[in-house]
């Protein structure tokens, strides 16, 4: 009896962008008035439901200006995210608000997608730690980075696919994966959670505490927004003009 031997491994896929789906939500502008109408309301403020929210947009704007934050809690939206590991790990500083669920390297063979910078990706950092900004690369150093990710991948998941060969577990064979490679998650957030992600991974004109965020998360913040933005354009707009502060 011999044994069945492993399929051939997938050859390693390196790709420089980020996928964020909004696979479920709950979440419009009214669910904010509703639920800061009931401190004078009651019940009677289930009414603002079949009511035109642009009639209130007053009322979004005075609740996010004077930092009445918990009328933004009553909705739930829930993204696919598909990132590099070490995006995940800035974006589970975040637990307030959110929810989250990954894949695991324990229960399922991993596969090779793995990060590497785009040509628009600025890949120098000038000045000292808490003072310091990125400047372009140039396009040798882009080759050079790129080319030492992808060398370093592909002998990482060489040994990894070596390792399950042998028999040893998906969960000891993952220590040699590195902090690029794609994972996925389900996370799970309300509109205030929401804001002060945006607040802290987004740079951004209108805010009026700069942030510094990585490019990588920024990629994964600016998606969610987007998609935010259409669920609930005014909360959305008065978020933007009470300087991107989560109130």
Not at 77 to 94: D, G, Q, Y
Not at 117 to 125: C, E, I, K, M, N
Not at 127 to 152: C, W
Request: charged share 25%; glycine share 6%.
């Amino acid at each position: 009896m011999t044994d069945t031997p492993r399929p051939t491994a997938p050859e390693p896929e390196f790709r420089d962008d980020v996928h964020v789906e909004l696979v479920k939500h709950n979440a419009a502008d009214s669910d904010v008035l509703w639920a800061a109408r009931v401190s004078t309301a009651g019940e009677q403020s289930l009414e603002e439901l079949a009511k035109d929210p642009e009639r209130s947009t007053g009322l979004i704007n005075y609740l996010m200006r004077d930092r009445h934050g918990s009328p933004f809690e009553h909705n739930s939206m829930t993204f696919l995210v598909s990132a590099p590991i070490f995006v995940f790990r800035e974006f589970m500083r975040h637990r307030v608000g959110w929810s989250y669920n990954e894949e695991s390297g324990r229960y399922r063979e991993l596969q090779p997608v793995f990060y590497v910078p785009g040509a628009d990706r600025r890949l120098v950092q000038e000045g000292r730690p808490g003072k310091y900004h990125f400047v372009e690369g140039s396009p040798g150093q882009h080759k050079a980075a790129r080319e030492a990710m992808e060398t370093s991948y592909r002998h990482s998941y060489d040994a990894y696919q070596r390792m399950l060969a042998e028999g040893i577990a998906r969960e000891v064979a993952r220590a040699v994966l590195p902090v690029g490679l794609f994972s996925s998650m389900y996370a799970t957030c309300n509109a205030r959670s929401l804001m002060h992600f945006l607040g802290l991974r987004t740079q951004h004109e209108l805010a009026a505490v700069p942030s510094f965020p990585q490019r990588e998360i920024e990629m994964v913040a600016e998606r969610m927004e987007l998609e935010w933005s259409r669920l609930m354009p005014l909360t959305h707009a008065a978020f933007n003009s009470n300087g991107r502060q989560a109130p």
